[in-house]
């Protein structure tokens, strides 16, 4: 993705006395903000979907939300509901913030994220 940016912006930065800070924040960093933002959404949606492998690879101090709602309902008998809904809350709370805010970004007038 910083390969396509034409190297002629970065010259006449440079030409015009930009350093290479003042560049990069100013040039590079607003092309590809929206591809660094879709990357991570994707990295989020794959972390929730990667539930089987954290229950394997479970340990004490590091728990994710979908090993701690499964912990809290998947014990028949012991399930604590409150808690386990209220997690459930909380992760789908997250996504739908995401997709709101993706919305917002992507339809106010400035373009897409193609």
């Keep these: ?9 970065y010259d006449s930065a ?6 290479t800070i003042y560049i990069f924040r100013t040039i590079t960093i607003p092309l590809i903000w929206r591809g660094v933002l879709v990357g991570t959404i994707f990295a989020f949606a794959v972390s929730i979907g990667e539930f089987g492998s ?3 690879l479970y340990r004490k101090d590091l728990v994710t939300i979908p ?3 499964y912990r809290y309902l998947g014990q028949p008998g012991d399930a604590n509901l409150s808690a386990g809904l209220a997690m459930s809350l909380i992760l ?3 996504v739908l ?9 992507r339809f106010r007038g400035v373009g897409s994220f193609y």
């Design 92 to 94: 789908v709370s997250v």
């Design 97 to 105: 913030i995401s997709f709101i805010l993706i919305e917002k970004i």
């Design 67 to 69: 090993v701690a709602i």
């Design 14 to 19: 440079k030409v015009l006395g930009g350093s």
């Design 54 to 56: 954290s229950l394997i």
């Design 1 to 9: 993705m910083i390969n396509n940016i034409p190297s002629n912006l």
